[in-house]
Structures are given as C-alpha cells and as structure tokens.
C-alpha cells in the first residue's frame, strides 16, 4: 500500500508493485490490532528487502468501505474488498481480529473467508482473529490459540474448538497467533518454513528479537513474575485456582494438593497475600466473570454457572460487592464504552 502521489522509492525497502512469489492478504476489520498487523507485515517487507527477491507483497482488505480504522483510531487505505473473488490468487488470508470478537456482525465476510479456504488459500490470524475463524467454521477439528484476555469467551463460544494457550500454533494449513509481539514470531516461523533458517535468523536480528521464542512459550508472565510470591507451594495453590474456576475446589482439596494442612494454607495466604484462600478463590472468579460478561453474550445466569457460582443471585451480590456495580450494569457499561 503506497500512495500514489509519494514521491519516495518504496520498493528499496522491499515493498513491491507487483504480485511477488505469495501474495498475502490481511483483512481488516475497524478496531483490529494494530501491533500484531504491524508485527505480521513487517517480516513480509524485510524479507524482500534482505534477500534481494520479490518474496512477498500484500493486500490490505475490508468489505465495502474505502479505508479501516485500527482499535487506536488510525486509518488505513484499503486495496481491496474481501468479497471480491476476482481479484488474483492469494497465497495467505490473515484475519485481523477485532476489538469485541463476540460482536462481529457481518455474515458477507464470514461467507467470503470459507470460500477463500475453498480456494485453497492458506488462512490465518492474529489476536481475536480465530473468534472469526471459529465462527466461519473454518478451524473444524485443528489447534487455534488467541490472545489470553480472549480465551475464556472463545472457550465458551466455541466449546468444541481446540482453544490452547500457545503463543502460535501451525496446525497444517491454519496458522493462528495470540496478537501483539507474538505475530512476529509466527511471522518467522512461516517465513522459516517459506524461504529456510537463515533469511529467519537475519529478520530477527533485524528486528532485535532473539527469533528464538517457541510458540509453547507462555502468553503472559508466570504468577511468579506477575505477583512477587516465590513460595512454591503456594505458587501451585494459586496456578490450580486460575485452571479451576467453573468447578472450583476447596480449600481442604487445594491444601491437599500441595502437601500442606488447611492452617497452614489459611496462613499462607495470609502472609504473602493478606487475605483468605476462599476470598482469594472468590475474587480470581468474579474477575472472571467479569471477562465473560465483556466478551459474551452469555447471561448473568450462564456467566455466574461458568465462574464457579450455583446461584446467580449470590454471583450478582458478590459481583456488586467487588465492582460496585451489578453485572447488568457492567455489561451496558462494557457495551457502550
């Protein structure tokens, strides 16, 4: 995408005027990504530039409108419209996921991203990108990651959908990428398996990424990282709370699991955390259904199911108790913010 009126040599820095050897499509819907769109078409524009060859161009598409808006308010020109079937091969169609997966509305593009696969385009995504894909029936039986924030909503919107937490997954030909700095390691992994280690290696270094994260790397920082508790015991306690929110357990249960007495569970949450084991417990899954009520449409009766809670009523006493609003408050807050 260059404009027309620049009078500036683009193709010096690897950005093609014609078709290269794979043309990649991104679409674009408003409020998509922009770090993980960046992240994804970078890679493409180095490694022409690098090698000296015309390895990749690319399209930028939507479905009606001229321009897209990313989720920081910036435009972006678009090249094509995704229905339009005429256009030329494309040998990748990425899925910019949207701000609010769940609210995606528009059937059209849903329709023309199945018949892309029918095509034989490979089909991809960054961030909420796989809510899209899931919701085209296109992930089927295949493993699809998405970022963190998103995983409990995708879980539940998709429950027979193999949703993990990878930082990317290649799963034959669906590659999907947790969003953010994640989309450049996938990036390079793609271009690995399209042109060999070494044109990877020299991206990475160009770009000051080590170009050695797996994609069975974590998402998110470890509770270690994320909370400055060091106790193991105690690290374990809080990691099988995060695992089990829809059933939780309890505290005897959770004491048992790490080798410690109930007293001295109810003590350590103390020291380290200065609350209780069931409060604690408590708030990690209001939190939760917190996440649900943003990211679904599920209802106060299913959000409060999914967190953990048998009655609804004692889920909306709790949830005012913890937010200072009940959770139908929250979800029009949610909606029209």
């Not at 972006?76 to 899925?95: A, C, E, H, P, Y």
């Not at 849903?110 to 809510?131: E, F, V």
């Not at 709370?241 to 790490?258: D, F, K, R, Y």
Request: charged share 20%.
């Amino acid at each position: 995408m260059v404009a027309e009126t620049c009078d500036i040599d683009f193709a010096r820095y690897g950005v093609l005027t014609q078709p290269g050897e794979r043309e990649i499509g991104f679409y674009l819907p408003d409020t998509f990504a922009m770090l993980p769109f960046v992240s994804a078409l970078e890679p493409l524009r180095a490694a022409n530039r690098l090698s000296g060859k015309p390895l990749y161009s690319w399209k930028l598409l939507g479905t009606g409108s001229a321009q897209a808006f990313a989720n920081n308010g910036m435009p972006f020109k678009l090249d094509g419209n995704l229905n339009d079937m005429s256009q030329g091969r494309l040998s990748r169609l990425i899925v910019c996921g949207p701000h609010e997966p769940h609210q995606f509305d528009d059937p059209k593009a849903l329709r023309a991203l199945r018949q892309w696969a029918k095509r034989g385009t490979q089909i991809g995504s960054l961030d909420s990108g796989s809510h899209l894909l899931a919701d085209a029936d296109l992930i089927k039986q295949r493993r699809c990651t998405i970022h963190w924030e998103n995983q409990p909503g995708m879980r539940e919107a998709f429950p027979g959908v193999n949703v993990t937490a990878e930082l990317f997954e290649i799963d034959d030909d669906l590659f999907t990428c947790a969003g953010g700095t994640a989309a450049l390691d996938m990036m390079l992994a793609l271009i690995k398996q399209d042109h060999g280690k070494l044109l990877a290696l020299q991206l990475a270094e160009l770009f000051i990424s080590s170009g050695n994260r797996l994609a069975t790397d974590p998402q998110r920082r470890s509770i270690v990282e994320r909370s400055g508790i060091y106790h193991p015991g105690l690290v374990t306690c809080i990691e099988l709370m995060e695992t089990n929110v829809e059933q939780p357990l309890g505290t005897s249960e959770l004491a048992e699991m790490i080798d410690v007495s109930s007293r001295q569970l109810e003590r350590l949450f103390r020291t380290y955390l200065h609350t209780t084991p069931t409060l604690y417990y408590q708030q990690l899954r209001l939190k939760a259904g917190y996440e649900l009520l943003r990211q679904t449409t599920m209802s106060v009766l299913e959000v409060a199911s999914a967190s953990g809670f048998s009655s609804s009523d004692y889920f909306s006493r709790r949830f005012r108790v913890q937010f200072g609003i009940s959770p139908t408050q929250a979800r029009k807050r949610i909606s029209t913010s």
